[in-house]
């Protein structure tokens, strides 16, 4: 099974984006069980060691998969899968763009919460008018 049970769409949200870098960063240790034959892997939890994630391509068991992406995009736990099995490799395209899109994303997030209220106003205007 390749990583095709995810539509390529999926990846471009920023909040996927961004999974798609946690991925990247997680320790080794975090992954406790991997199972290469079965494509499958036990996960640790990042801040809750004692918490335990069965993970495969398409499922994971974490908290994130289940509820904020209603199981309808990849945790950083099926992304890290993903890249332990060779189905993503964060140095080629369209993965590194992906990665660099999160890093961008981020840095212009936090340009923005300094931005002087009118400059702001000016910013959104200039956007609404080119974009
Ligand atoms: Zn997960």
Redesign the pocket.
Known sequence: MGFEVWNDNVHKEPSQCKSLEKAAKMDSENILIFDADNVTAVFCGSKDYDEE?N?TLSH?E?Q??MYNKKGQAP????YRLAMECGLIDTAVEPWSTYISYSKAYDGIIRKIKKIDMYRLLELKNYIDENY
């Open positions: 994630y993970v994971c974490c994130d998969f945790c950083k736990h099926i």
